[in-house]
């Protein structure tokens, strides 16, 4: 385990979200070290997705002040938003590639919106970041020429393009067998401890959460609000919370 500096990247004060009518959490207050793997956990329908959005610009809070890098995410301008924003990557469920170009080219698609660089030099960073994730030499290949734990490699590739500090992954082992699910794991371990990138991970996967996982946040979907934060190995053991314990320990007591 590398050592890591413990500045906060990321930081919420009392924040509420929803949509229309319907209220999905309130009252979350934590906070997100650089360097960590800090996982957003619970049960379907308790927020999960829609805290990764409201932390990544999609969705600003009802209430409260989210903080990325000493910033008030939804409190400074529209520029200096997509200014922050640059800085974060995400990962998305489905990988979100497409699918008439080739893996290279989904790499590359960020790096040619966002920066100056000349097409030798894509390519280049395109090829760097797909060996990094393990698939040197498939950078001409399709998606669908793939395998889904492959695709969803290039989407993590693809979400490091520009160099992010924070990384978010979407349910990132979904639909992969637990042999894929671990070699994604055992990469996101690598990548955070080889750059020391900040990992911001949605699951509910239990083998990757106590594999990965340094700090998480429990959300209940019954109270809309968060139960409780720690080390999910920890939370697991010595939890006083039953809802907490019964979803970590499978419904064990």
């Not at 650089?34 to 959005?53: A, L």
């Not at 990544?56 to 990325?68: A, M, N, S």
């Amino acid at each position: 385990m590398s050592t890591k500096p413990q500045g906060i990247v990321i930081q919420l004060e009392d924040v509420a979200l929803g949509y229309g009518a319907d209220n999905v959490q309130q009252g979350l207050s934590f906070a997100i070290r650089r360097g960590d793997i800090f996982i957003i956990m619970g049960g379907s329908g308790c927020g999960k997705s829609t805290v990764m959005r409201a932390l990544t610009g999609l969705l600003p809070p009802r209430h409260g002040r989210v903080f990325v890098q000493d910033q008030s995410l939804w409190e400074v301008s529209e520029d200096a938003r997509t200014q922050i924003l640059r800085g974060v990557g995400v990962m998305y469920q489905s990988g979100a590639l497409w699918s008439s170009m080739t893996l290279e080219e989904n790499v590359a698609l960020p790096l040619e919106q966002y920066t100056p660089l000349r097409p030798a030099q894509i390519r280049e960073v395109a090829e760097y970041k797909l060996a990094l994730v393990g698939l040197a030499g498939f950078g001409g290949y399709y998606p669908g020429q793939i395998s889904g734990g492959m695709r969803k490699r290039v989407g993590v590739a693809r979400a490091m393009a520009l160099d992010p500090d924070i990384l978010f992954f979407d349910e990132p082992s979904a639909g992969l067998d637990p042999l894929s699910a671990r070699r994604l794991d055992d990469l996101i371990l690598e990548l955070r401890d080889s750059l020391g990138t900040t990992m911001v991970v949605i699951t509910h996967d239990l083998d990757s959460i106590f594999l990965i996982g340094d700090d998480a946040v429990f959300l209940d979907a019954e109270t809309h609000t968060m139960l409780t934060t720690g080390n999910p190995n920890q939370l697991r053991e010595r939890s006083e919370i039953t809802e907490v314990r019964a979803f970590l320990r499978r419904g064990a007591p």
